[in-house]
């Protein structure tokens, strides 16, 4: 999927300090968007979906829309990706 337009992989830090955040983006080759929360954001993130360990997947659609929150990782999430972009083709 990261030649596909219609999909982007956000990836969230919330559990690890900033430099070694870093060093791990850089050492796994991570692609993606990459973001590190700070301050309060953290738990208001935690709260919001309900996160209760790492990792954590939610699928989210072309509208902002949750579809799925304790989403499957890979390679069992595929089907729903593959849905997800099957609606977003017939929309185009």
Same mark, same amino acid.
């Given at each position: #999927? !990261? ?18 955040? &870093?060093?791990?983006?850089? /050492? %796994?080759?991570?692609? *993606?968007? =990459?973001? #590190?929360?700070?301050?309060?954001? =953290? !738990? /208001? ?7 209760? *360990?790492? +990792? %954590?997947?939610?699928?989210? =659609? +072309? *509208? =902002?829309?949750? &579809?799925?929150?304790? $989403? $499957?990782? !890979?390679?069992?999430? /595929? *089907?729903? &990706?593959?849905?997800? &972009?099957?609606?977003?083709?017939? /929309?185009?």
């Amino acid at each position: #999927y !990261a030649q596909d337009p219609r999909i982007r992989f956000v990836n969230i830090c919330l559990d690890s300090e900033k430099e070694k955040w &870093l060093i791990s983006i850089q /050492k %796994h080759q991570l692609a *993606g968007v =990459n973001l #590190y929360i700070e301050n309060n954001w =953290n !738990a /208001k993130l935690r709260s919001s979906f309900n996160i209760k *360990g790492i +990792p %954590h997947y939610i699928i989210i =659609n +072309p *509208g =902002n829309v949750m &579809l799925e929150n304790f $989403s $499957s990782s !890979a390679p069992d999430v /595929k *089907g729903k &990706l593959d849905d997800v &972009l099957a609606v977003t083709q017939e /929309k185009l």
